[in-house]
């Protein structure tokens, strides 16, 4: 059974800064892609930010400059440093994982619980 399960939620005043943790647990043999996806209330889930397993990464236009995404291969837990945070970051935000499991030659989807991010103004 694999689980992601996020943390570093909260509520904090705009300007300020966030670092939220997804840990992947369970029996994996690999991580491709990892990413951040968030959703805002009335709103459809959208894309943050992307981490290949080298290490290569990708933005939504909205929080490049501002968002950083990491992982640590070695512990299969990727982080999302938020800077300069906006209201409009308000949101529950998701982490996504490709997994392959063992013995197997495709890759699963797997989603986190989601953790709640509040900016206020």
Do not use: H
């Not at 709103?43 to 990708?58: F, M, P």
């Not at 236009?61 to 291969?73: C, E, L």
């Not at 209201?87 to 998701?94: F, G, I, L």
Request: hydrophobic share 30%; glycine share 12%.
């Amino acid at each position: 059974q694999v689980q992601l399960v996020e943390s570093g939620g909260g509520l904090l005043q705009a300007g300020g800064s966030l670092r939220l943790s997804c840990a992947a647990s369970g029996s994996i043999a690999s991580i491709n892609v990892m990413g951040w996806y968030r959703q805002a209330p009335g709103k459809q889930r959208e894309y943050v930010a992307t981490i290949t397993t080298g290490g290569s990464t990708n933005y939504a236009d909205s929080v490049k400059g501002r968002f950083t995404i990491s992982r640590d291969n070695a512990k299969n837990t990727m982080y999302l440093q938020m800077n300069s945070l906006k209201p409009e970051d308000t949101a529950v935000y998701y982490c996504n994982a490709d997994i392959r499991l063992p013995g197997k030659t495709f890759t699963y989807g797997y989603w986190g619980q989601g953790t709640q991010v509040t900016v206020s103004s």
